[in-house]
C-alpha cells in the first residue's frame, strides 16, 4: 500500500500567477501520476515523473505550462503556470506501487 | 482507444437497500480494474482491484464481478448506508505499466 500526502489541500489564486503543489508518499516508487479533475469531470492523466529523467506529458500537457520535478523516490512537485480560470480544478497525485493504485487526498484549486 | 462507461451517472436509494453500480469498457484487452470512492472535492479511495483473471473481489459489504468477454464490471453494494453515499468510480488498465483509464463515476445518495 502507499499514503500520499498533498500539500496545499487547497487555494484560491489570481489569474496570471504560478501555484506548486507538492506531493509525498511514505514509501519509494518507480513512477508518480499527476491527475486534473476539472469540476463535474472524470480524471485526466496530466503527466508521470520518474526520479532522474524528464516527466512523459501526455497529449494537450506542456511542460511550459505544467513543469514537474522528482527529485528522490518519494517526493514530486507540479506547478500550475499562468494560472486562468480554466485551470481551476482538482489536482491529484497517484502511485502505483503495487499494480492497486493510490491516490492523494487532492489540491483544490481556485482560480479567479 | 479504450473508453470506460458508467451509468447511470446519478442513483439516489433508501437506506438498506442492496445496489448495483455498472461499469462497461470498450476494449476487453485489460490488465485490471479497479473501483474507487469519492467524496466531494478529496481524492480517491481504493475499493477493490480485480486482476484480469478473476471473476470476483469482496470487501466488507462491495463485491465486485468482473466479465472480460463482455466488457463489464459491477459493484454490488449490500444494505446501503448514507455514510455509502459518494462517487464511485472504475478504472481500467490495458497493462501492467500501462494508464489507466476512468469512468465518469455514478454519483451515490443514500438516502435515511
Known amino acids: 500500500s502507499a499514503v500520499i500526502s498533498q500539500k496545499p489541500s487547497r487555494d484560491i489564486c489570481q489569474r496570471g500567477t504560478s501555484l506548486t503543489i507538492q506531493c509525498q508518499v511514505d514509501s519509494q516508487v518507480t513512477m508518480m501520476f499527476w491527475y486534473r479533475q476539472q469540476p463535474g469531470q472524470s480524471l485526466t492523466l496530466i503527466a508521470t515523473a520518474n526520479q532522474g529523467s524528464e516527466a512523459t506529458y501526455e497529449s494537450g500537457f506542456v511542460i511550459d505550462k505544467f513543469p514537474i520535478s522528482r527529485p528522490n523516490l518519494t517526493f514530486s512537485t507540479l506547478t500550475v503556470s499562468n494560472m486562468s480560470p480554466e485551470d481551476s480544478s482538482i489536482y491529484l497525485c497517484s502511485v502505483d506501487p503495487d499494480e492497486t493504485q493510490y491516490f492523494g487526498p487532492g489540491t483544490r484549486l481556485l482560480v479567479l | 482507444k479504450q473508453e470506460v462507461t458508467q451509468i447511470p451517472a446519478a442513483l439516489s436509494v433508501p437506506e438498506g437497500e442492496n445496489l448495483v453500480l455498472n461499469c462497461s469498457f470498450t476494449?476487453?484487452?485489460?490488465?485490471?480494474l479497479q473501483w474507487f470512492r469519492q467524496d466531494p472535492g478529496k481524492g480517491l479511495t481504493s475499493l477493490l482491484l480485480?486482476?484480469?483473471?478473476?471473476r470476483e473481489q469482496t470487501s466488507g459489504r462491495l463485491n465486485a464481478s468482473l466479465d472480460k468477454s463482455s466488457g463489464r464490471s459491477t459493484l454490488y453494494i449490500a444494505a446501503s448506508q448514507p455514510g455509502d453515499s459518494a462517487t464511485y468510480l472504475c478504472a481500467v488498465r490495458p497493462t501492467n505499466a500501462g494508464k489507466s483509464t476512468f469512468g465518469d463515476g455514478t454519483t451515490l445518495t443514500v438516502k435515511p
Open positions: 476494449d476487453s484487452a485489460i490488465y485490471n
Open positions: 480485480i486482476q484480469s483473471s478473476q
